[in-house]
Structure formats: structure tokens, C-alpha cells
T-cell receptor, first 112, second 114 residues
Framework: SQQGEEDPQALSIQEGENATMNCSYKTSINNLQWYRQNSGRGLVHLILIRSNEREKHSGRLRVTLDTSKKSSSLLITASRAADTASYFC????????????FGQGTELSVKP | DAGITQSPRHKVTETGTPVTLRCHQT?????MYWYRQDPGHGLRLIHY???????DKGEVSDGYSVSRSKTEDFLLTLESATSSQTSVYFCAISDPVTGAETQYFGPGTRLLVL
């Protein structure tokens, strides 16, 4: 089964609201990364959090990591219609040639 | 976007024909990856390369082969395409040795096997 599993699979919110997506994984990691994919496009890296970090911020993004629960969450604050996209978590197990294992993604829809 | 291009961007082919997809980068990154993306499966790694002529299998490598004769190009070949290989294929690059741990993705190739 997938190393990374995301929840929810789909999320629909109004502009201005916050969006929270969760990712769970099974084995120890070196780091966890979040990516965004607009429809029909390639993935774009958002943020990386290392296994010894608990929280990281980048603009309106806040990522947390709980290695004891093997889970991470991505919070997008004050969402905009332009945030509509699919969001994927990816785990780097370390010493694997930079290979990432992707979750199935959360499809976020932000309505104006 | 990082300097990654994929060609072709769209292809329709028939079952049993060989298909080669090309990924070209101008970032001089050491690692290159091929993924396929299908509904319900997210991205799955097909093959990856950690240097010229150095490649290894990923999660879903059956029916695919790769070659990397120079740093900038990574080719994915479907020796005899099947309908189950209809998918969107993404190439990605990274260079964790030099600190570029995140992956940069190309625009994708949509392949339809009839």
C-alpha cells in the first residue's frame, strides 16, 4: 500500500477560509515534502520539512510533522480561488537516491 | 519552471508499437526520474537515474526501459505499448548530493494507447 496516504481526498471551501490537508506514512523518513499540481500541469514543490523539525512556515502555508504519529498536515490560510489545485505529500526515506513516495493527493477547490 | 522539457507532449499510438518519451534538462542535475500518474494511484515511480548510464527500477518498471547516455537526457521506452500504459508521464530532476533535495517536474506527456 502507499507509504503516504492523504486525507481528505477532496475538500471544497470558500475563499478566505483555511484549508487543512493531512498525510500519514508508514516508515521512518528523512524528510517530507508537499507539492501542488494545477490541472494538466506538472507538480510544483511547496515546502520541505525534515524529520527533526516539527513545524515550518512559508507565506500562507504552515506544515507540521509528528514523527511519533507518522503524520503531517498542510494548512493554507486565507485561501484564494487560485489555490484550487491538487496537493500531494511525498516522503523521502533517505539513502534512496532522492526517491520520493507520493500520496494520492487531496483535491482542493476554493470557491470565490 | 526549472529547465525541464518533455517530448512529445501528447501521443496516440497503437497497441504493440514501441514508444519513446524524452526528458531534457538544462539544470545539470544528477538525478532524473520517470513517473506515471493515473487516477486513484497518484504518482508512481517507473525508473530513475543517478548518473550517466546509471539507472534503477522503481515501483512500476515492468514493460518500461530507460537510457541515459548524457546528463541532460533521460529516455523512457515502452518496448511494446499496451492499453494499460495509457497514462500521463512526468519526468523530474533533483540533485540531493548538492542540496537540491526537492524534485522539479516537467510539464508531462499524455500517452494514449489504442
Amino acid at each position: 500500500s502507499q507509504q503516504g496516504e492523504e486525507d481528505p481526498q477532496a475538500l471544497s471551501i470558500q475563499e478566505g477560509e483555511n484549508a487543512t490537508m493531512n498525510c500519514s506514512y508508514k516508515t521512518s523518513i528523512n524528510n517530507l515534502q508537499w507539492y501542488r499540481q494545477n490541472s494538466g500541469r506538472g507538480l510544483v514543490h511547496l515546502i520541505l520539512i525534515r524529520s527533526n523539525e516539527r513545524e515550518k512556515h512559508s507565506g500562507r502555508l504552515r506544515v507540521t510533522l509528528d514523527t511519533s504519529k507518522k503524520s503531517s498536515s498542510l494548512l493554507i490560510t486565507a485561501s484564494r480561488a487560485a489555490d484550487t489545485a491538487s496537493y500531494f505529500c511525498a516522503t523521502d526515506l533517505g539513502n534512496q537516491g532522492g526517491k520520493l513516495i507520493f500520496g494520492q493527493g487531496t483535491e482542493l477547490s476554493v470557491k470565490p | 519552471d526549472a529547465g525541464i522539457t518533455q517530448s512529445p507532449r501528447h501521443k496516440v499510438t497503437e497497441t504493440g508499437t514501441p514508444v519513446t518519451l524524452r526528458c531534457h534538462q538544462t539544470e545539470n542535475h544528477r538525478y532524473m526520474y520517470w513517473y506515471r500518474q493515473d487516477p486513484g494511484h497518484g504518482l508512481r515511480l517507473i525508473h530513475y537515474s543517478y548518473g550517466v548510464k546509471d539507472t534503477d527500477k522503481g515501483e512500476v518498471s515492468d514493460g518500461y526501459s530507460v537510457s541515459r547516455s548524457k546528463t541532460e537526457d533521460f529516455l523512457l521506452t515502452l518496448e511494446s505499448a499496451t492499453s494499460s500504459q495509457t497514462s500521463v508521464y512526468f519526468c523530474a530532476i533533483s540533485d540531493p548530493v548538492t542540496g537540491a533535495e526537492t524534485q522539479y517536474f516537467g510539464p508531462g506527456t499524455r500517452l494514449l494507447v489504442l
